[in-house]
């Protein structure tokens, strides 16, 4: 029996950016495969391309050169089946935090009926806002706007979730916690994640595996599998082994930073 294929793959993929000061090589050369339903945590120095790939899997970019493929397709536009958390949430502000989470449905069809709202408040009762349905995006706090970006990502059920520094711009208590929400979110139920990060703590905690990218152009110098048991949770924080693969990230970093 054949194996499935990975649900993203890039093969020698290459990035560059044409621009008034010459050519910028985002990407030298990556080659990675994601397994459906694996987490994979992406580090590396400002300017490596981590973004870059996000939005290569999301179709938002097309490669210099290689292939990015998603479920065996090679990925030419956007897909309906992937979502998108961005380092900011980018709500609309005229609209409630309902209105937000159904966008995508309006944007699809034109419009959202009974079912997509009742799934929209469903799933802001997921991500903990039930109650805050009709508030603007002025009346919540910077986390609770991110709870409705991640809703709104999930509200077409999409197989793949593609994270850009989701939680940067939050404050260390509010992002340890929408880290944890996020986990809960993601075990209750899988989906293949992306995830973008500058944070090595955040990265290990949250992921199956971390890759680390090098200076850019950036390539593949790194695929740590972490052996942590799931479900994780705060006591997971406290383990020797969270830290232990910590300080290798971090002396793995510091040395080609050197």
């Known amino acids: 029996m054949t194996?499935?294929?990975?649900a993203i793959r890039f093969a020698g993929v290459e990035q560059?950016?044409?621009?008034?000061?010459?050519?910028?090589?985002?990407?030298?050369?990556?080659?990675?495969?994601?397994?459906?339903?694996?987490?994979?945590?992406?580090?590396?120095?400002?300017g490596?391309?981590?973004?870059?790939?996000?939005?290569l899997a999301a179709g938002l970019l097309r490669?210099?050169?290689?292939?990015?493929?998603?479920?065996?397709?090679?990925?030419?536009e956007p897909r309906d089946d992937i979502g998108i958390v961005f380092q900011k949430p980018t709500l609309l502000p005229w609209a409630t935090a309902e209105d937000n989470v159904v966008f995508p449905a309006r944007h699809k069809a034109g419009r959202a009926g009974p079912?997509?709202?009742?799934?929209?408040?469903?799933?802001?009762?997921?991500v903990g806002l039930a109650g805050f349905e009709k508030r603007l995006p002025a009346e919540l706090s910077g986390g609770m706007q991110q709870r409705v970006g991640i809703a709104r990502a999930?509200?077409?059920d999409p197989d793949i979730l593609l994270m850009d520094e989701p939680f940067s711009a939050l404050d260390a208590l509010?992002?340890?916690?929408?880290?944890?929400?996020?986990?809960?979110?993601?075990?209750?139920?899988?989906?293949?994640?992306?995830?973008?990060?500058?944070s090595i703590g955040e990265a290990v905690l949250l992921a199956d595996r971390v890759v680390v990218l090098s200076d850019r152009p950036g390539r593949v110098v790194e695929d740590l599998t972490i052996g942590l048991p799931r479900p994780r949770g705060i006591?997971?924080?406290?383990?020797?082994a969270l830290h232990d693969h910590v300080g290798y990230l971090r002396t793995l970093l510091l040395k080609r930073a050197a």
């Open 3 to 6: 194996a499935p294929p990975p």
């Open 63 to 76: 490669p210099t050169a290689g292939t990015v493929e998603v479920f065996g397709r090679q990925v030419t």
């Open 235 to 240: 006591d997971t924080s406290n383990q020797k």
């Open 115 to 126: 079912g997509d709202r009742e799934r929209a408040r469903s799933l802001l009762a997921r």
């Open 174 to 198: 509010t992002r340890e916690e929408m880290g944890f929400e996020l986990l809960r979110i993601w075990e209750a139920q899988p989906k293949t994640v992306l995830f973008i990060t500058h």
């Open 16 to 46: 560059a950016f044409r621009t008034d000061a010459g050519t910028i090589r985002a990407l030298g050369g990556v080659d990675m495969a994601i397994g459906r339903h694996e987490f994979v945590a992406v580090l590396g120095p400002s």
């Open 48 to 55: 490596c391309g981590k973004s870059t790939l996000l939005r």
């Open 154 to 156: 999930l509200f077409m």
